[in-house]
């Protein structure tokens, strides 16, 4: 073979391995597109949900609804509830979320995975209880747990992984029964179904502890033994804390709660429903504030509007002039009020629900900066070259405070005959611009919430007084549209707080200053600690309260 054929057949061979590695290429990115088209990664059009897998059925009939009406592709994963917490617990240690949306079996697991920090807002969705299921056929004559251990029958159970198993559990320890049925047990299962199946299936099996609702699915008789009386879960869709997609996992969070879309699918399924809003596709939601908060809460709202995909109107006021409309119907009755002090909440209670104290706010005097007048209590404001600006005392509980704290301090009569007060607004905030604009004013009561933008040119005085304190609450308005309310306990609890708070405001870092409870741990998303500073500008001091004011300004105070 000569040189030139050689060369060529081997440039020939080398031809026909490119074209056929390309072909190759080709197919292969032509199935990996369809698969991307099929199945598309992370982009904003997907939801990744972790389900509980006794809540399969009504959630999954609910999301290809959504699927079909949004254009949304919503992953479904299966498991236990502990199963899956410990799934969405090792994503957040890796730094690499994957779930938007976590529906545990029972409020046990809600509320274990937001104080681990693992979720941050929650929608109650349905109930299911714990029942003992047997096959359709049976006739056996079990009224009690005393009657099937007695009878030494075959029976399994959920171990405690599994939110059916957790909720057995605890409801037999409080009846010393668990240890015996446990003991007693033919074998457990990690999830729900596989109990319910192998009471369907298998000969060996006569009876579970399992949920209601699966067993009605399965085609089980239910016996409901008073043992299992406090054996009920609440189940609740929570949006999980790493998640980029808030506001869409929150649009279908409430789109599997409202009463027209998801809510059908839980009835059909043998779910026992519970009251919920009715669907918007962007919720309004109308607020009133006493002026004390605005500081503090007008960006937050702002960023929840934003981030929680709804639209929120609020309304600040003295807590006088809104109670005042209030009761004569001026304004029609908000979603949610929050007080100026809690004294305000019995004057409109018949027009809302039970009330949660939220915060704590104390009055403090603001002078100018290297206290001039050398102010250093109450006594020195009745000075007679001391001018003096407060809020007006028929509209706001500062005003009202300010004159009791005069009489307690002994020193009313003195303020009104030498008309020290040259100054009245509306709102303590207002009192704050007024110091900042009128050069005259030498003092202001005010609450240390509204000294979170103070300039360099004030000091503030505290006040040694027991009612130089006031508590705030929270409540929402009994017409609200947006409210889930019922007689169960952890509803009760949503709708205490506030309308916003079924929406997953009371998990969200940056809320309101001086929060108890959930909510504290919300702002700060680790356990509290006395003194520790914490992001936006906000300090808790040794009492377990949160202020909104800088330590730097309070220590410049008169000594």
């Known amino acids: 073979m000569s040189a030139e054929n050689y060369q060529y057949r081997r440039v020939s061979a080398n031809w026909i391995l490119l074209t056929l590695a390309s072909v190759v290429m080709v197919f292969a990115l032509i199935v990996l597109i369809r698969r991307e088209i099929a199945h598309p990664t992370s982009t904003q059009s997907n939801l990744v949900v972790y389900c509980a897998a006794g809540i399969r059925k009504p959630v999954e009939a609910a999301a290809k609804q959504y699927e079909k009406e949004y254009d949304v592709a919503i992953r479904l994963d299966y498991g236990s509830t ?53 096959k359709p056929d049976s006739t056996l004559r079990i009224k009690s747990i005393r009657d099937l251990l007695s009878q030494n029958l075959s029976y399994v159970i959920c171990n405690e992984q599994a939110g059916v198993g957790n ?9 010393d029964l668990w240890e015996e049925v446990f003991r007693n047990k033919k074998s457990s299962f990690p999830r729900v179904p596989e109990a319910a199946n192998a009471v369907k299936t298998s000969d060996d099996i006569q009876a579970a502890f399992i949920w209601d609702a699966t067993a009605r699915q399965f085609g089980l008789k239910t016996i409901e033994c008073p043992e299992l009386a406090t054996g009920i879960a609440t189940i609740s869709a929570d949006v999980t804390a790493q998640t980029a997609k808030t506001k869409e996992a929150l649009h279908f969070a409430r789109y599997l709660a409202a009463p027209e879309k998801g809510k059908p699918f839980f009835k059909q399924f043998h779910f026992e429903t519970l009251p919920g809003d009715p669907w918007e596709e962007v919720p309004e939601l109308v607020i009133y504030c006493g002026g004390v908060k605005h500081n503090a809460l007008v960006g937050t709202f702002t960023d929840f509007g934003k981030q929680g995909g709804c639209l929120i109107k609020t309304q600040y006021a003295g807590c006088g002039t809104i109670v005042g409309n209030i009761k004569a119907r001026k ?163 949503q709708a205490a707080v506030s309308a916003l708070w079924t929406y997953g405001l009371r998990l969200w870092p940056g809320s309101c200053p001086a929060l108890k409870g959930p909510l504290r741990q919300a702002v700060s998303r680790r356990p509290y600690r006395p003194g520790r500073r914490l992001r936006s500008g906000h300090c808790a001091d040794d009492s377990g309260q949160y202020r909104l004011y800088r330590p730097a300004i309070l220590s410049r105070s008169a000594e």
């Not at 545990?104 to 104080?115: E, G, I, K, L, V």
């Not at 909720?167 to 009846?175: G, P, Y």
């Not at 909440?345 to 100018?368: F, H, Y």
């Not at 009745?382 to 005392?393: A, E, L, R």
């Open 331 to 493: 304004f029609h009755l908000p979603d949610m009020f929050m007080t100026c002090d809690a004294n305000y909440m019995d004057r409109v209670s018949s027009d809302l629900m039970e009330a949660s104290d939220g915060s704590s706010n104390k009055v403090v005097i603001m002078v100018r900066r290297g206290n001039p007048k050398n102010i250093r209590s109450l006594l020195d404001l009745v000075q007679p070259d001391v001018s003096i600006g407060t809020t007006g005392p028929k509209l706001s509980t500062l005003s009202a405070l300010s004159w009791q704290m005069f009489e307690e301090a002994g020193i009313k009569e003195q303020m009104e005959k030498h008309q020290s007060v040259i100054v009245t607004t509306p709102t303590a905030h207002e009192s704050v611009l007024q110091m900042e604009g009128y050069t005259k004013l030498d003092a202001a009561l005010i609450y240390e919430a509204n000294c979170q933008k103070l300039t360099k040119r004030f000091d503030l005085i505290r006040i040694d007084l027991p009612t130089a304190k006031t508590v705030q609450n929270t409540v929402a308005g009994k017409q609200s549209r947006h409210l889930q309310a019922s007689n169960d306990r952890y509803q009760r609890r």
């Open 82 to 134: 502990g199963e899956l917490e410990s799934k969405i617990a090792l994503e957040q240690e890796n730094k690499a979320p994957r779930c938007d949306l976590y529906i545990p079996a029972d409020q046990f697991f809600s509320d274990r995975a937001r104080n681990r920090g693992l979720t941050k807002g929650a929608i109650p969705l349905a109930q299911f209880r714990v029942v003992l299921a047997v």
């Open 167 to 175: 909720r057995t559990q605890s409801a037999l320890k409080a009846r």
